[in-house]
């Protein structure tokens, strides 16, 4: 009589049709109980693989922890055959963490069956139809959205993006630190790759760029450099604190990149001479004197050297105008800073007449400069430069004008291979011949030795704004074509994550209570020492 009142009660069943609400305490400890017990084929038929389920664990949790009892099944043969569906609950956690009850067209539109389907697999798309037709469900003639076992790995939504089309900019990945960079909604954020949270954030002013990041004298990103018409700003990235506000120059500032020397002590010392303007300082930060200076170049056509603070360190003419900086790595000469032009009249000799007449022909190109300002080399383009990059060990220069790419020796200054219909932004991997490059709503992995579209990364209804292209520092040149990740921003505020290798399993195996996929490169240095944040007492005694 107890067992049939038991069996007749729902709060003691885990999840029935008949009851409102899940049984929390059960869905919480049922997985790991047959883990601990053994029971890994009744955890992957009864639990993993079952329908009712995988919607009582989503309704009464969210798609992380779901996802986070996958691994209770290691790498062995069970999770093999719930590989597919661990991949689309991956894919679809965005949606099922606003509805939970799109976990059957979700699973139905991503999961195509064949021959090399499992029986859990189709035994749980077999629920899945049955519970699409009794109540009505939008079901999929056929499997229409991103599929399991593609390149795309991972979905991160911003916030306000279903509210607003805004433009994800200045995109950067630490994958071994486990925290997101990125530009967005007037805002430049850090966000922790594992829990998908906002660990520290500045505000900027409005319609402001991002101009770049400098390392602080313990190593990491301490300060960022923000810029808008001719006002720049410094700020502590931790904080978000304006650190020093130099004087408004005076034009509108075209980019600003960090100047390394080969010496970094000698130029991060202060320099002696000052412009005499009033400088806005944060007093309790004086590391911000140790910084390095960067070169700020103006649209009309004059570069010069800060300090931080707002001391002039250097100052030269370009002679026409700016459009875009680009920072050199030590290590390459003299050169740290390759500056595109375009100017707009020249002087020229009239076709078929002795008299001279003014015509404009424009020119367009890129110059190499050291960090006094010497001229070293000039490189020409057929047309406007809007983005630059460097790759095979930083021998290539890639410039992306309004036609397509154009690819440059910098040593020798000659043009040695064009791409047409691929534009920017770019994103090159150090040390390697690999090039990502937008094209409209698509990503395209560039071969830049033999200029040729190596694989191409559809994106969703929205433009691609932004792209980063990362490569483990162990994985030799040779072989980085086969071992990379991608992530691209869009106007739809997605954050998504392409993967070259799907069957590429983790390093080291822990428990994140999120895809553990879209970090698989762990180090032994945290997030937290190299970003210097605030942590709690308990983040504390857990570290």
């Given amino acids: 009589q107890q067992q049939q009142q038991r069996q007749s009660d729902p709060q003691q069943q885990p999840h029935s049709e008949h009851s409102k609400r899940p049984n929390v ?59 597919r569906v661990e991949e689309s609950l991956q894919l679809a956690s965005r949606v099922l963490l606003k509805s939970p009850q799109q976990l059957a067209t979700q699973l139905l539109a991503r999961i195509q069956p064949g021959p090399d389907s499992t029986a859990v697999e189709l035994q749980l798309l077999s629920q899945c139809r049955r519970v699409a037709v009794a109540e009505q469900l939008f079901m999929p003639l056929q499997p229409s959205l991103s599929q399991a076992g ?27 630190q486990g925290i997101l960079q990125l530009e967005y909604n007037d805002e430049f954020s850090v966000w922790d790759l594992a829990s998908e949270t906002q660990v520290a954030g500045i505000k900027l002013d409005r319609r402001a760029s991002v101009g770049c990041l400098l390392t602080g004298p313990r190593g990491g990103a301490a300060a960022l450099v923000a810029y808008h018409g001719k006002q720049v700003k410094v700020y502590n990235i931790v904080t978000g604190a304006v650190l020093a506000t130099p004087p408004e120059l005076p034009d509108p500032v075209a980019g600003v990149v960090p100047v390394v020397s080969e010496e970094p002590a000698a130029s991060n010392k202060p320099s002696s001479s000052s412009s005499g303007a009033a400088v806005e300082v944060d007093e309790a930060e004086a590391w911000i004197q140790r910084l390095p200076p960067v070169c700020v170049g103006l649209k009309h056509g004059t570069c010069l050297v800060l300090s931080p603070l707002g ?35 020249e002087d020229t000799a009239a076709a078929g007449g002795g ?22 080399s000039t490189l020409e383009t057929h047309d406007r430069i809007a983005h630059m990059a460097l790759a095979d060990s930083n021998r290539l220069l890639i410039a992306a004008t309004y036609s397509g790419l154009e690819l440059f020796d910098r040593v020798q200054g000659q043009c040695v291979g064009q791409l047409p219909g691929v534009r920017g932004p770019l994103s090159s991997a150090p040390g390697t011949h690999l090039l990502a490059a937008v094209q409209g709503k698509s990503t395209c992995l560039v071969d830049v030795r033999a200029m040729t579209v190596l694989r191409t990364f559809h994106g969703g209804w929205a433009p691609t704004t932004s792209v980063f292209l990362h490569v483990p520092p162990h994985i030799a040149a040779a072989d980085a074509a086969a071992h990379f990740r991608l992530y691209t921003g869009a106007y739809d505020g997605l954050v998504r994550t392409y993967d070259s290798t799907p069957d590429l399993q983790p390093l080291a195996a822990r428990h994140t209570g999120m895809p553990t996929s879209i970090c698989p490169f762990p180090s032994s240095a945290k997030a937290g020492q190299q970003l210097q944040l605030p942590l709690k007492p308990q983040q504390q005694q857990q570290q």
């Fill in 311 to 345: 001391q002039v360190q250097t100052r030269w003419d370009v002679g026409c105008w700016i459009s875009k900086l680009l920072e050199l790595p030590p290590g390459l000469g003299n050169a740290r800073v390759v500056v595109a032009f375009y100017q707009d009249d």
């Fill in 150 to 176: 593609g390149p795309l790995r991972h979905v991160m939504e911003l916030p306000l993006a279903a509210q607003f089309s805004l433009p994800v900019g200045n995109l950067e990945v630490r994958p071994e």
């Fill in 25 to 83: 305490r059960k869905l919480a400890e049922l997985a790991h109980h047959l883990a601990l017990a053994g029971r890994l084929p009744e955890l992957m038929g009864q639990c993993l693989g079952n329908y009712e389920y995988l919607l009582a664990k989503l309704m009464a949790f969210s798609a992380s922890e779901l996802l986070a009892e996958f691994e209770l099944l290691q790498h062995g043969p069970e999770r093999l055959q719930l590989k």
């Fill in 355 to 376: 008299d001279r007449e003014r015509k404009k022909q424009p020119k367009f190109g890129a110059c190499l400069f050291s960090a006094q300002g010497q001229r070293l």
